[in-house]
């Protein structure tokens, strides 16, 4: 099926490549039908039965991936009218419609789990990472997403971070290094790694992971862009962001940070808090359909 203009313009607001959802749409249909039929819809649903499904919180929180449900809904659902509520980004208000599809009922219900698998993934996302941006308002520090993504989904879920106000780190290992404890090792040193990046990479950002006040001191010396303050306390965060602050380089706290301490641990001055959760336990957002038939044209 053609990708509606509503769809694709949903995608263009999000940055999101029409091309690559549609390949992830067509991988997720196609896992939920493994080579068959809708077998429950297509025996108790009439093929000429019009109806409309609505998009639906169940849960407030934020939005994430509508552009992406109405691709699914879009590639599923014969002459399908989209009539989107809200966008990405929006607060997902509990009862208020934020999508409604109007179509064959039998195919609406055949999109209707792999639509909302990654329209609830991708607001659960946002929503975790909103309550992290709003525990740290006010310090000027940002949350920052990690690799710690699913596979085949990191463009959409680093998109959910933005959606919740949250910034991203690297979408890869080629645009940026990032020196961690066990390049350490294998180079030798942590000045003697982050010498090795920039010689082999000049132009790329460097980022340096440090575990202590001492090996800050270090590569800040050495120039490092950022360093990533490694599972510190409170006292050595303060002492290394004063560090840090005299030659320009930006600050990174790493590890060990709930929402409990979020706030405590901006307070100390570092630019980011790096949260691996944002992506890797976020709980999906309660989405369900409700459908509505008209039966008088069976």
Same mark, same amino acid.
């Given at each position: ?19 690559? @959802? ?17 077998? =429950? ?16 919180? &169940? ?35 509990? *009862? ?9 009922? &039998? ?36 949350? &920052?997403? =990690? &690799? ?35 390049? @350490?090792?294998?180079? *030798? ?110």
């Amino acid at each position: 099926m053609p990708m509606s203009t509503t769809t694709e313009s949903a995608l263009a607001r999000a940055g999101l490549d029409p091309a690559a @959802v549609l390949d992830l749409v067509g991988r997720a249909v196609a896992e939920d039908l493994d080579g068959g039929e809708d077998v =429950t819809s297509v025996a108790t649903v009439p093929a000429d039965l019009p109806g409309v499904a609505a998009f639906v919180p &169940r849960a407030a929180g934020t939005l994430a991936g509508l552009g992406v449900a109405m691709a699914v809904l879009d590639a599923v659902v014969p002459d399908v009218r989209l009539t989107p509520h809200a966008q990405d980004g929006d607060a997902a208000v509990v *009862g208020r419609p934020v999508l409604e599809a109007a179509g064959p009922v &039998r195919w609406l219900l055949t999109a209707e789990r792999t639509a909302l698998n990654l329209l609830c993934h991708l607001s659960g996302v946002a929503t975790l990472t909103r309550a992290w941006v709003d525990a740290v308002d006010g310090t000027g520090a940002r949350i &920052r997403d =990690t &690799r710690k993504t699913t596979p085949g989904l990191r463009a959409l879920e680093k998109h959910a971070v933005r959606c919740g106000g949250g910034v991203n780190h690297r979408m890869s290992l080629s645009d940026a290094a990032l020196v961690k404890d066990n390049h @350490v090792v294998a180079a *030798g040193g942590v000045a003697a790694a982050f010498a090795a990046v920039r010689e082999r990479f000049p132009g790329l950002p460097v980022e340096v992971e440090c575990d202590t006040v001492a090996q800050v001191r270090e590569v800040v010396a050495a120039g490092a862009d950022l360093v990533l303050l490694d599972n510190m306390s409170l006292d050595d965060l303060r002492a290394s962001v004063q560090l840090c602050r005299t030659s320009g380089a930006l600050t990174e706290a790493s590890g060990g940070l709930s929402l409990a301490v979020a706030r405590a641990v901006a307070e100390t001055g570092v630019d980011f808090l790096a949260v691996g959760a944002l992506t890797h336990s976020a709980p999906v957002l309660d989405v369900g359909v409700d459908l509505t038939t008209d039966l008088r044209t069976t």
